[in-house]
């Protein structure tokens, strides 16, 4: 399937769109300058038009725009270019501003990840770790007392692009930061260490191609023990991870990235990929607007397919929606399939 059910109209390109309440089909999305709430009209929730849906803006802080943004429910948390986390809520039926943290960095964040801690990136190369950040929206003024980073920043490569988080059972969870010419990999235990890994190097390169070197990283995504690694010439790799418990090293437990496959399907940048482990799919799309449904087991393109007229720049999966954001102004919600 690929019908579109939505397509909403922005005043810029849309950087991320997400579906903030599945029960009032309540979607959020930002650009530079605004957030952009489309909150459904009556109550017959089958999906008809963006016409049913009523819009809502709200501007960016005065000389600041948005980079990034997580769905922390019920908080809606958006980066900004100062180095702000802003936190917004619902109140009557609007988004509101709660409250504002600064980080430590004092500078542009770039990435966001959420897995109960809230990592960051900042640009410059730095990584933070907002610790026990999901309990914080259960009372907005828990925020006043949350304004310091819990660990010591990492610094890393000034190149520092993307960043993906990966929790396996009570394991300590791994930091993967995608740079110009390496992914490098940390451990985040409940203390406030941090301890590299290691360094990862050119994951899409080695298995794709092992002439080809320098290839940028422009997409990552760890999931269920699999990594997704997209980068600017198209091709998307498939990794496993194994956390060997039984194999243990001063960390706990055997780290170790084991290839799988990949694919050649795009033929232009990759912009955001992500696994569905439910069916053993990668979905990856591209600055031309395309995506690619790839059957990983049995390695093979199921659909290939033109959601928007220009790039993507990243999309969410909701069930069987696709949930995308482009520079044509767009956010269009796709039905993949039927769940």
């Known amino acids: 399937l690929d019908h579109c059910d939505y397509a909403f109209p922005h005043l810029d ?7 903030y309440d599945p029960e009032k089909l309540t979607f959020v999305s930002h650009t530079k300058q605004a957030v952009y709430i489309w909150q459904r009209e009556g109550t017959d929730l089958y999906p008809a038009s963006e016409a049913q849906h009523k819009r809502k803006i709200v501007k960016a802080p005065e000389g600041t725009e948005f980079t990034d943004m997580v769905i922390i429910f019920p908080s809606v948390v958006l980066a900004d270019s100062k180095g702000y986390l802003n936190i917004y809520g619902f109140v009557d039926s609007e988004l509101t501003l709660q409250f504002q943290i600064l980080s430590k960095q004092n500078c542009r964040i770039i990435d966001l990840d959420f897995k109960r801690d809230l990592f960051v990136l900042h640009e410059g190369g ?29 610094k890393l490569n000034k190149s520092a692009l993307k960043l993906a988080v990966y929790q396996q059972n009570h394991l300590p969870a791994l930091v993967f930061v995608t740079e110009k010419y390496a992914i490098q990999v940390f451990s985040a235990p409940n203390n406030s260490s941090w301890q590299i890994l290691q360094e990862v190097g050119y994951l899409s390169d080695q298995l794709a191609k092992k002439d080809i070197s320098g290839i940028d990283t422009t997409a990552f995504h760890a999931e269920n023990g699999i990594i997704l690694v997209g980068n600017k010439n198209g091709n998307v790799s498939v990794w496993e991870i194994r956390m060997d ?17 990949n694919q050649w399907q795009h033929g232009k940048t990759i912009s955001c990929v992500r696994y569905v482990p439910k069916y053993i799919l990668s979905i990856s799309v591209d600055k031309d607007g395309s995506c690619v449904v790839w059957d990983i087991k049995h390695n093979t393109v199921i659909k290939k397919m033109i959601l928007h007229a220009k790039k993507i720049n990243a999309f969410e999966l909701y069930k069987g929606w696709l949930i995308s954001s482009s520079d044509d102004l767009q956010t269009k919600v796709y039905r993949l399939w039927i769940e």
């Open 13 to 19: 390109p849309v950087l991320h769109s997400s579906l």
């Open 126 to 154: 730095y990584v933070s770790r907002f610790k026990d950040f999901g309990l914080m929206q259960d009372n907005v003024q828990n925020f006043q007392q949350f304004t310091e980073v819990e660990n010591v920043p990492l």
């Open 245 to 261: 418990e039984d194999r243990q090293d001063a960390l706990g437990f055997k780290l170790q990235f084991i290839p799988v496959v």
